[in-house]
């Protein structure tokens, strides 16, 4: 059974760099049928997708977000990470890693997300 | 950007009657493929979304077959023949065309 696990710093302050992992188990991440990707929701918000890569290392941004964000996949550690540079207080939310077909783009695994949250 | 709009925002239902989700997408989600690039996800209090339906009308592994999705092109239909207690939450659509995301703001649905 596939399982995905978020980890990060939990609390950030203005203007500082959010690093996040997502550890991957019961899979491999080089599986060529899957794309692995980093989902976000605010407080009270609804969802809002960050980008996603495959483990070739072709990446998929955000438009809105593709000036501060870098994803990246480690297959040796069978894990993927998520880099936001300048962080504010918009930034908090919870940030949810998830595996996602890439036939169809639907996230069928998700992991139980991690909250970050930004504050002076 | 696809700019995805669910309605109702809020549907009260009853157990063991049919509910209805409307999703509606500012571009045409049906690609050259034949695929419409369109999901439908459940997020249970306190939970992480699951996906229900992906490509339109192709239930997930493990979702009942009380569930169905339908539409194309512009409009998308997501539709629970009887509503069970465990159904309650927010419902989001989102679309997936061209490899850009972006999610519907949610239906939220509880028991009346």
């Known amino acids: 059974q596939v399982q995905l696990l978020e980890s990060g710093p939990g609390l950030l302050k203005p203007s500082e760099t959010l690093s996040l992992t997502c550890t991957v188990s019961g899979d491999s991440i080089s599986n060529s049928d899957y794309y692995w990707g980093w989902i976000r929701q605010s407080p009270g918000e609804g969802l809002a997708w960050i980008a996603s890569i495959y483990s070739s290392g072709n990446t998929y941004y955000n438009p809105s977000l593709k000036s501060r964000v870098s994803i990246s996949v480690d297959t040796s550690k069978n894990q993927f990470s998520l880099r936001l540079t300048s962080v504010t207080a918009p930034d908090t939310a919870m940030y949810y890693c998830?595996?996602?077909?890439?036939?169809?783009?639907?996230?069928?695994?998700w992991g139980r997300g991690t909250l970050v949250a930004v504050s002076s | 950007d696809s700019v995805m709009t669910q309605f109702p925002l809020s549907l009260p239902v009853t157990p063991g009657e049919p509910a209805s989700i409307s999703c509606r997408s500012s571009q045409n989600l049906l690609h050259s493929n034949g695929h419409n690039y369109l999901d439908w996800y459940l997020q249970k209090p306190g939970q992480s979304p699951q996906l229900l339906i992906y490509l339109g009308s192709k239930r997930a592994s493990g979702v009942p077959d009380r569930f169905s999705g339908s539409g194309s092109g512009t409009d998308f239909t997501l539709k629970i023949s009887r509503v069970e207690a465990e159904d309650v939450g927010i419902y989001y659509c989102m679309q997936a065309l061209q490899s850009q995301v972006t999610f519907g703001g949610g239906t939220k649905v509880e028991i009346k």
């Open positions: 998830a595996r996602h077909m890439g036939s169809s783009w639907g996230f069928e695994v």
